[in-house]
């Protein structure tokens, strides 16, 4: 409960905070921020401190009103045309989960859309918008808000979509539903942006040992998943 505290209370200041998996699954270790409090300093540090793929991930809920699909399904739609996709598109994870992804995103008014500035921009207005269909709006506002989204944006770009299990927890344990879940409790806009913490000197993912130290020396709140699975639980998710 603590260390739940502390990853809410990091996530609410704009702070990272690292979520290892389970030892089982990919036994990898994610940065995680809030995507409304992104910058382009978060995304530098992201890309050498972390060195993973730098992604967006977004609530089921949120996904659906933006009309976001899974790349799974869009990609399930063209392999019948196509039976070189068709075959790829068949082939699952070592852990067995579908993957997450959706489409990639740029904001219209980046340039090449893979800077610091560019994702950030990207990132934050994505996030601003997720902000603004979480209030009490009607249908007419509701319809402004996802013309708004469509009209902000083009893909593919740079900034690879994450869309987490309407479930979460209970249907899916990934860093994407870990960080979506860490941001329902604190009452934030569902939206995150995760990356990967891999290891320059053996190419591998980043050890959980060395995670930790990694987080002593920032002063970081790392959490492990069983921590969040146990609070779903409590929590009802």
């Given at each position: 409960?603590?260390?739940?505290f ?24 994610d940065?995680?921020?809030s995507?409304?409090?992104i ?17 967006t991930?977004v ?13 799974y ?8 045309a ?6 790829i ?10 993957p ?25 207005s994505l ?5 603004e ?23 593919p ?25 860490l941001?329902?409790?604190a ?9 990967e ?9 980043l050890?959980?040992?060395d995670?930790?130290?990694?987080s ?22």
């Amino acid at each position: 409960m603590t260390k739940i505290f502390e990853a809410v209370t990091s996530l609410r200041e704009g702070n990272f905070v690292l979520i290892h998996d389970d030892d089982n699954r990919e036994d990898e270790v994610d940065m995680v921020i809030s995507s409304s409090h992104i910058t382009p300093e978060h995304v530098s540090t992201m890309r050498k401190d972390a060195g993973g793929l730098i992604c967006t991930a977004v609530s089921k809920e949120i996904s659906t009103k933006l009309g976001l699909p899974f790349i799974y399904d869009v990609l399930n739609i063209f392999g019948t045309a196509n039976k070189t996709i068709s075959l790829i598109n068949q082939n699952s994870s070592p852990y067995g989960d579908k993957p997450s992804f959706s489409i990639t995103l740029n904001h219209v008014n980046t340039y090449t859309g893979i800077t610091d500035n560019d994702r950030a921009l990207t990132i934050s207005s994505l996030a601003n918008i997720c902000s603004e269909l979480d209030t009490d709006t009607d249908l007419v506002d509701q319809q402004r808000i996802i013309e708004k989204f469509q009209t902000s944006f083009r893909t593919p770009g740079h900034v690879p979509i994450l869309i987490a299990s309407k479930g979460l927890l209970n249907e899916r344990k990934g860093h994407t539903e870990m960080s979506i879940f860490l941001t329902k409790i604190a009452n934030m806009t569902n939206v995150t942006t995760i990356c990967e913490m891999l290891d320059s000197h053996n190419y591998k993912a980043l050890s959980y040992k060395d995670a930790v130290d990694y987080s002593k020396e920032k002063n970081l709140v790392i959490i492990e998943a069983k921590e969040l699975i146990a609070y779903a639980k409590s929590y009802g998710n």
